[in-house]
């Protein structure tokens, strides 16, 4: 019940289309769902968060997704580009003060020029 | 901008060597974890500190590790005698509130 199903495990899109990465959780009590960016060597950055009292938040080119009866939400990233490839992982957590993130298993993103 | 600083970058130890990571949280942030991420996995949560205590541990952070907030800007995570399969990525991160944070990492390879 504490996982968070991430797809797909990876991905290849063109410079300018639509890259889509879904997750799906079964813990209702989950209610801050955010996505971060890792590169190489790097360490996971927080990209884009959404709390489950909004179905839909952009920023710049990057839209989080919320269906709340589904139990899903997901993350659109329009006009992809090269530098957007990276691997990306979504997650999950019970808003207690402290984060005790729940993370999706990753997305590799490669987008080609 | 503020960051969550980690040392060192890569450490390499022996089987049953005892190693402590360190890392620098944002300054303002009152809470601190450590996350940890073996090589092509996710990444998975291992303890958070808060008011100078432990405030929640996974199954993961068993008797072999431990955490100090030794002085007013260092947290560290201590593995007292490292297995092959403690070789990972440890991550440390910090929040306010919401919104953890994430250092660059600390590569361990236990041989």
């Known amino acids: 019940q504490q996982q968070v199903k991430q797809s797909p495990q990876s991905l290849i899109v063109q410079k300018g289309g639509i890259s889509i990465i879904n997750c799906a959780y079964e813990?209702?009590?989950?209610?801050?769902f955010p996505w971060y960016q890792q590169f190489p060597g790097k360490g996971p950055a927080l990209l884009i968060a959404?709390?489950?009292?909004?179905s839909e938040k952009k920023e710049g080119r990057f839209t989080i997704s919320f269906n709340k009866s589904a139990k899903q939400f997901s993350l659109h990233i329009m006009d992809s580009q090269p530098g957007d490839s990276a691997t990306y992982f979504c997650?999950?957590?019970?808003?207690?003060?402290?984060?005790?993130?729940?993370f999706g298993t990753g997305t590799r993103l490669l987008v080609s020029p | 901008e503020p960051e969550v600083t980690q040392t060192p970058s890569h450490q390499v130890t022996q089987m049953g060597q005892e190693v402590i990571l360190r890392c620098v949280p944002i300054?303002?942030?009152?809470?601190f974890y450590w996350y940890r991420q073996i090589l092509g996995q996710k990444v998975e949560f291992l303890v958070s500190?808060?008011?100078?205590?432990?405030?929640?541990k996974s199954e993961i952070f068993d008797d072999q590790f431990s955490v100090e907030r030794p002085d007013g800007s260092n947290f560290t995570l201590k593995i007292r005698s490292t297995k092959l399969e403690d070789s990972a990525m440890y991550f440390c991160?910090?929040?306010?509130?919401?919104?953890?944070?994430f250092g660059q990492g600390t590569r361990l390879t236990v041989v």
């Open positions: 991160a910090s929040s306010e509130f919401t919104e953890a944070f």
């Open positions: 813990n209702t009590a989950f209610d801050y």
């Open positions: 959404i709390r489950p009292d909004v």
């Open positions: 997650a999950a957590d019970i808003n207690t003060g402290f984060q005790k993130l729940v």
């Open positions: 300054s303002n942030h009152l809470y």
């Open positions: 500190f808060y008011n100078n205590e432990i405030s929640e």
